[in-house]
C-alpha cells in the first residue's frame, strides 16, 4: 500500500482551505491520509458521523483538490479508523456492514459532545432561546411545550436541541428520547406505510419522553405525515411528553403547513435566534479555539469577527481553516495567515466594505495597532483615529451603531454618534483633514 507523501498532503489540504468555503468542518484538522494507490486517495476520519458528512459534502471538494495537487486523476474515499483496519481485514467486513445497517434502520441523530449549555455562546440574539432550552431540560413537559426554536442556517438551533436533549439525559438516565431530522420522520412514516407497519410506527413515536425534531420546516406540502404527526404531537403533549423543533422559520411563516400545526407549534414558546452581533462573534471564536486548544491572537480574532457575520458555523469554519493551514505551512496563527486563510472566500459581505478595511487604512495612515484602538485607552494619539474609524463605519458600512461601538471595546452607541459629530466639525473647520479623510475613504473603496 502507498503511503502518501506529507508535502503532497498539504497541498491538497491548502487546496481545500482555499476552496472549502462553509463545507470545512473544525474536525477537518484530525483528517489524515491513509494511502494513494491505483488513483484512489483513502482518508481517515473521526468517526462514522464524520464520514457520513465528508460522503455526502465534502467528496468533490476534496477529489478536485487531489486532482489540483498530483495533476492526475484521482478519485477520494473516507474511511473511519475500524473501516481502514476492515481494509486489511475483509473477513471482518460483514460485522460493520451489519452495524451501519442497524444504524441507517434506527434513524436517530447522534449527539456531539460538543453540543452542550456549556459550549454555547449566548447574546443578545439568542439569549431567549437559551433560556428556554435551558429550562426545558430542567422541567421536561412542563416548562415550555412544545418549544419551537426558528432562524436562519448556522445560528445554534441544532445545538441547542442536542444540548437540551443531553442535559436531559443527564438529570434522568431513564428518559427515551428520539432526537432525528424531520426527513428521518418523514421516511420512517413512508416505510411504515408501505410494509403495513403503521401500528409499530405510531407505537415507536408516541411512547418517547422527549421528541426532538430538527428542520421542521420539511414537513410542508406532506399531508399523510402531517396527518399522522397531528396525531403523534396530541398523545404526546396529552401525556405531558416533551416536544422540540427546530426550522429555519417561523410556524406561520412555512408554506404549506396546515392551520392547526401552526397552531400547535405556537402554543408552548416560539424563540427566533438572529445573527450574532460582533461582540457575541467575538466571544463565539474564543470560545471556539479554546475548544480545539488554540490560542488565537487578538487581531486575528478581531479580522475574523469582522470578516465572517453570517452565522456561527461560517465562525467555526472560519477557525478550522486558519488552524489548518496553520498545520500544513507549519507556522503560527498570525494575521497574515489568517489573510490567507479566508482570502479565497473574501469577506462574507461580497463586495461591500467593512471594518476590516477601514481599521487596515486607519492604522497604516496614523501607525497605530489594532489592539490599541479596541483598548479603552484615551490618550488623543489613540482617541483620534478611533474616532475616524468610527466617522467612516458610519459613512461606508451598513453596520448599526450598536455594532461600531462593538468592534471598539464594546463602546455604546452614543460614544458613535459622539465620534461621528466631532469628525464631522472638525471636517467643517479643516479642509486638510477633509482631504486626509477623503483620501482615506478612496484608498478603502480601491481595495474593493
Not at 483496519?85 to 441523530?109: F, K, R
Not at 426554536?149 to 439525559?169: E, V
Amino acid at each position: 500500500m502507498a503511503t502518501v507523501d506529507r508535502a503532497l498532503w498539504q497541498g491538497i489540504i491548502q487546496h481545500v482551505v482555499a476552496s472549502g468555503g462553509s463545507i470545512i468542518r473544525p474536525w477537518f484538522t484530525q483528517l489524515e491520509p491513509i494511502a494513494l494507490e491505483h488513483g484512489l486517495l483513502e482518508i481517515q476520519v473521526p468517526g462514522e458521523t464524520e464520514r457520513t458528512y465528508c460522503q455526502q459534502n465534502a467528496t468533490r471538494l476534496f477529489t478536485e483538490a487531489a486532482q489540483a495537487t498530483t495533476g492526475r486523476l484521482v478519485t477520494v474515499c473516507f474511511l473511519t479508523a475500524v473501516l481502514a483496519e476492515q481494509a486489511n481485514n475483509p473477513a471482518d467486513v460483514i460485522e460493520v456492514d451489519s452495524y451501519n445497517a442497524t444504524w441507517d434502520e434506527e434513524g436517530l441523530l447522534p449527539f456531539n459532545e460538543d453540543y452542550t449549555f456549556s459550549g454555547f455562546v449566548t447574546g443578545p440574539c439568542n439569549r431567549l432561546a437559551h433560556a428556554a432550552s435551558l429550562a426545558v431540560s430542567e422541567s421536561m413537559g412542563k416548562t415550555y411545550n412544545p418549544l419551537f426554536l426558528h432562524g436562519s442556517s448556522g445560528l445554534g438551533k441544532t445545538h441547542l436541541l442536542q444540548a437540551t436533549c443531553q442535559r436531559i439525559t443527564e438529570l434522568a438516565p431513564g428518559a427515551q428520547i428520539y432526537f432525528l431530522s424531520c426527513e428521518t420522520f418523514v421516511n420512517h412514516f413512508i416505510q411504515a406505510v408501505e410494509r403495513g407497519q403503521l401500528h409499530q410506527f405510531r407505537y415507536r413515536y408516541r411512547h418517547v419522553d422527549v421528541l426532538a425534531i430538527d428542520d421542521i420546516q420539511f414537513l410542508s406540502d406532506h399531508e399523510q405525515t402531517q396527518e399522522e404527526f397531528f396525531h403523534t404531537f396530541n398523545t404526546l403533549y396529552q401525556a405531558q411528553k416533551q416536544i422540540i423543533l427546530s426550522s429555519d422559520r417561523g410556524p406561520a411563516e412555512i408554506a404549506g403547513l396546515e392551520d392547526r400545526l401552526v397552531s400547535r407549534f405556537n402554543w408552548g414558546l416560539v424563540a427566533r435566534i438572529d445573527r450574532p452581533c460582533y461582540e457575541t462573534r467575538m466571544a463565539i471564536l474564543h470560545k471556539k479555539a479554546r475548544m480545539r486548544g488554540l490560542e488565537l491572537p487578538e487581531d486575528v480574532t478581531c479580522f475574523i469577527a469582522g470578516t465572517i457575520e453570517s452565522n456561527t458555523r461560517e465562525l467555526e469554519g472560519a477557525i478550522a481553516k486558519v488552524a489548518m493551514l496553520a498545520q500544513v505551512a507549519e507556522r503560527p496563527i498570525d494575521l497574515d495567515l489568517a489573510r490567507r486563510a479566508l482570502g479565497a472566500d473574501g469577506a462574507t459581505s461580497g463586495a461591500e466594505i467593512t471594518i476590516e478595511d477601514i481599521l487596515s487604512a486607519v492604522t497604516s495612515r496614523y501607525s497605530v495597532r489594532l489592539a490599541d484602538l479596541q483598548s479603552k485607552k484615551r490618550t488623543r494619539s489613540i482617541t483620534f483615529p478611533r474616532q475616524i474609524c468610527m466617522y467612516l463605519a458610519r459613512q461606508l458600512t451598513r453596520h448599526s451603531l450598536e455594532e461600531i461601538g462593538g468592534y471598539f471595546g464594546g463602546r455604546d452607541h452614543t460614544t458613535v454618534l459622539h465620534a461621528n459629530r466631532t469628525i464631522k466639525d472638525l471636517i467643517q473647520r479643516d479642509p486638510q483633514l477633509q482631504a486626509t479623510v477623503d483620501r482615506l475613504s478612496q484608498d478603502i473603496r480601491a481595495v474593493r
